[in-house]
């Protein structure tokens, strides 16, 4: 959870506005010989708005797999997939976002994200003043969630995120 998976669930955090409370369950299941965490997460997610959100995440794949978050509304969803941001309405797809490589240097599904970053923190060491960053709080959001979901899943029921 913390190493592969929380990204996504700072995504799904951020795009629903903050969550109240989630149910999860942490396991090792394939890797379980292999490795000393667990290998696959499962959460579903009440969000401060009342929305619901279920969030998936395993290092079991045989594969490398992309990032798939979909937000589903009454008339559409976005869908952020293949490191683009996507609007559905119907049969119309917008591209609003996309963070692949623009050389195509690097793998296709971790982006240039992490790239950016560091190249963000020099600008801000560079020009303080035009520095644009996530603060601690913000950035404590989804570690609170991770160690939520290990609580939830040793409990095992749901578990309120206290802010």
């Avoid at 923190?121 to 969630?145: G, H, N, V, W």
Wanted: aromatic share 10%; hydrophobic share 40%.
């Amino acid at each position: 959870m913390i190493n592969q998976a929380i990204h996504t669930l700072d995504l799904m955090q951020w795009f629903g506005g903050g969550v109240r409370r989630l149910k999860g369950v942490v396991d090792s299941t394939l890797l379980a010989d292999e490795i000393e965490t667990e290998d696959s997460a499962m959460v579903t997610l009440c969000f401060n708005n009342g929305a619901r959100g279920l969030f998936y995440a395993s290092n079991c794949y045989a594969s490398d797999s992309p990032l798939l978050l979909e937000i589903e509304f009454e008339h559409g969803m976005l869908r952020l997939h293949d490191n683009a941001l996507w609007q559905i309405c119907g049969d119309e797809h917008v591209l609003l976002a996309s963070d692949a490589s623009p050389d195509g240097v690097g793998k296709s599904y971790w982006g240039i994200g992490h790239q950016q970053a560091v190249l963000h923190f020099y600008q801000a060491l560079d020009t303080p003043a035009a520095a644009s960053f996530c603060d601690i709080r913000e950035a404590a959001k989804s570690l609170q969630m991770v160690n939520t979901i290990y609580q939830s899943s040793l409990l095992r029921k749901w578990v309120n995120i206290n802010e």
